[in-house]
């Protein structure tokens, strides 16, 4: 991970070295390993390298290429780097010294604007092309690195942060209230449904799949890459489907385990992240994988219902147990919880987050990995709607719109000798979930919490309803629709690539998931259906394609599945009275009032008066914490 920036004056007046001086000491505090600048007349590129791959050691960035007229900054982790050599004909005695910006570079050069399309891995970059007086840059398919960019004057500036971009002397912090509006009012985890948007009104940022050409005519986005369902593959026998998955999950697992460090990996007890851990560790032959899970503090209770589990160590040692050179670390940070990680969140996102049920454990299994010199860390984030895709009932629910009513009967056969569930109950649990209305309690639907003027102001509610996103929380209840968003509405993918990209250039250690990676994506995207449900079997190409490598009691489990932050609020109790106090003072803000309905807030913190673990996920809870964490981002800036 590395933090780069660059300023363009578009009418070539010179940078002034205040404006890339002040960029690059916004950097300062990061763990680097080296920083560079380079700049000519009206252009500045600069880089805080961190060293992550073998090729990174001393690579020179920002590289200015003399032959070519090209010069490239560049934050890159490039995974196809085999089929990259080949399309690029790079000789067989270089390959083992190119770093992956050289890569992009020379990509650039064969195929101009279109290169991004050919590139597999983490990244964003920025390319000056010399003689056609031009900035090119790309930030990659799922947005796993930032790149943020700004625009006045016929002054162009880019940075991995929002701090690099608020130290020019030309770009003010006035707050983006649809920004506000969204982020308030969207009931989900993503922020804005505008991927471009900033919660500033003057700072961008390139969307996942996009690129951005800059010239002294002006700034054009592209998006290069769009993942839809594809022609279906179809193979002979069912084991084929299962091989070929194997090889392209395991080629792209290698690939994002390419480090001189120390190799880790999250582990929980389900079969995304047990999968990958498994994968990995047998791919490294007389190499240990450090693994790292969340464990609940010691005195917790679990709450939560019998078909989920808090504590997944049980689970988590039966897979270590299976894997000899899986080497485990528990993380609890008894010391922490969401509320006490709420300054040091906004510090590092530089913006309002709502994923607080997760931040504690999540920035200890970060410092955790720093300390053991670890360089990445696998996890399977994008596993369910990937590897481990496979709804058994949406998918019965497809087959009888399909009037498939011979493979409905045979599934639902198998189905039931495997759950022990009678077939009626199946059917009509198809029907009612899957083919009927669904209709909604009361209780149900998420609490609209924004100041009803402030909605009416930024037209927040029509446009979320605009893009399929319902303020109360409806969804549909087709999970193959759901899945289809995914993959083509881009705000869901901004989230965890912001998060990732910003605690890596914090503490160190480089995210990376294979289930999100572009070739595995493409291969779930490309088989049909009922490999993914199969003989009564949800999840069923993971499930197959895991024997061997996990043990049956995670490969086959379809009883529990893990739920991390669960003791969350047991670890604020000792804080309750602090953390209520802070929301009463901030319920009657100004400020806050002309956001936020007061009432609701009010309501909400009546409705957790009194302290119980189960009020970790509750909409109460959720609501109240959003509200405060904006609230601290408002008036931290002073």
Not at 257 to 283: I, N, Y
Request: aromatic residues 12%.
């Amino acid at each position: 991970m590395s933090a780069i920036a660059g300023i363009l004056h578009q009418n070539n007046d010179p940078v002034p070295y205040q404006h890339s001086e002040g960029m690059m000491q916004a950097f300062r505090n990061f763990p680097v390993d080296q920083t560079a600048v380079w700049s000519k007349e009206h252009i500045f590129l600069g880089c805080c390298l961190q060293w992550i791959t073998p090729e990174s050691i001393h690579e020179l960035l920002p590289f200015y290429d003399y032959e070519r007229g090209l010069a490239i900054t560049a934050d890159a982790i490039i995974d196809n780097r085999g089929e990259l050599f080949e399309k690029l004909q790079v000789h067989k005695d270089d390959q083992q010294k190119i770093s992956d910006s050289q890569l992009v570079l020379l990509a650039y050069f064969k195929w101009g604007e279109e290169c991004p399309a050919y590139l597999v891995g983490d990244f964003a970059f920025m390319v000056w092309d010399e003689r056609n007086n031009k900035l090119f840059g790309a930030r990659d398919f799922s947005g796993t690195r930032t790149l943020y960019y700004t625009s006045q004057n016929e002054r162009f500036a880019f940075s991995t942060t929002v701090s690099g971009l608020l130290s020019l002397p030309y770009i003010n912090d006035d707050l983006n209230p649809q920004w506000i509006a969204e982020f308030i009012a969207n009931p989900g985890m993503f922020e804005s449904v505008d991927t471009s948007a900033t919660v500033y009104k003057e700072v961008f940022q390139l969307a996942p799949s996009h690129s951005i050409t800059v010239t002294a005519g002006g700034i054009k986005l592209k998006r290069y890459c769009t993942l839809n369902e594809r022609n279906k593959l179809r193979l002979k026998k069912d084991d084929e489907y299962i091989e070929a998955f194997q090889d392209v999950f395991q080629s792209a697992i290698q690939s994002k385990l390419r480090t001189f460090k120390k190799k880790g990996a999250h582990l929980s007890g389900g079969l995304d992240s047990g999968s990958v851990a498994a994968f990995a560790g047998k791919s490294l032959i007389g190499e240990q994988l450090h693994t790292f899970s969340f464990v609940p503090v010691h005195d917790f209770e679990d709450w939560t219902h019998k078909s989920r589990i808090a504590n997944e160590r049980p689970y988590i040692e039966s897979t270590l147990q299976y894997h000899s050179n899986l080497s485990p670390n528990y993380v609890s940070v008894s010391e922490r919880n969401p509320y006490t990680e709420i300054d040091e969140w906004l510090h590092t996102l530089e913006m309002p987050y709502k994923f607080f049920e997760n931040t504690y454990w999540l920035r200890g299994i970060y410092q955790k990995a720093a300390e053991m010199n670890v360089g990445v860390l696998l996890n399977g984030q994008r596993g369910n709607w990937t590897v481990s895709w496979g709804p058994s009932i949406d998918y019965y629910a497809r087959l009888i719109k399909r009037m498939k009513w011979l493979k409905f009967y045979q599934e639902v056969q198998a189905y039931s000798r495997q759950s022990g569930i009678g077939r009626k109950r199946i059917v009509s649990v198809v029907v009612n979930r899957k083919l009927m209305p669904t209709t909604y309690k009361k209780e149900d639907l998420f609490p609209i919490f924004i100041n009803r003027n402030f909605a009416k102001e930024t037209g927040v509610f029509e446009r979320l309803r605009m893009n399929g996103i319902d303020p109360a929380g409806k969804m549909s209840s087709d999970a193959y629709k759901v899945r289809q968003n995914q993959f083509q509405q881009l705000y869901y993918w901004n989230t965890t690539g912001t998060y990732g990209a910003k605690m890596a250039l914090r503490y160190g250690p480089v995210q990376r998931d294979p289930t999100d990676d572009l070739r595995v994506i493409r291969y779930c995207l490309s088989i049909p259906d009922d490999q993914f449900v199969r003989k009564g079997m949800d999840r069923a190409l993971i499930r197959r394609a895991v024997k061997g490598y996990l043990p049956d009691n995670i490969r086959l489990n379809d009883e529990t599945r893990g739920v991390q932050g669960a003791d969350g609020v047991h670890r604020m109790m000792p804080a309750w009275e602090q953390f209520t106090d802070e929301i009463k003072k901030m319920i009657e803000n100004p400020l806050i009032q002309e956001l936020l309905n007061k009432e609701v807030l009010t309501d909400a913190l009546a409705k957790i008066k009194h302290p119980d673990a189960s009020l970790a996920f509750e909409y109460e809870m959720k609501i109240l914490m959003r509200s405060l964490i904006l609230h601290r981002f408002l008036i931290g800036r002073g």
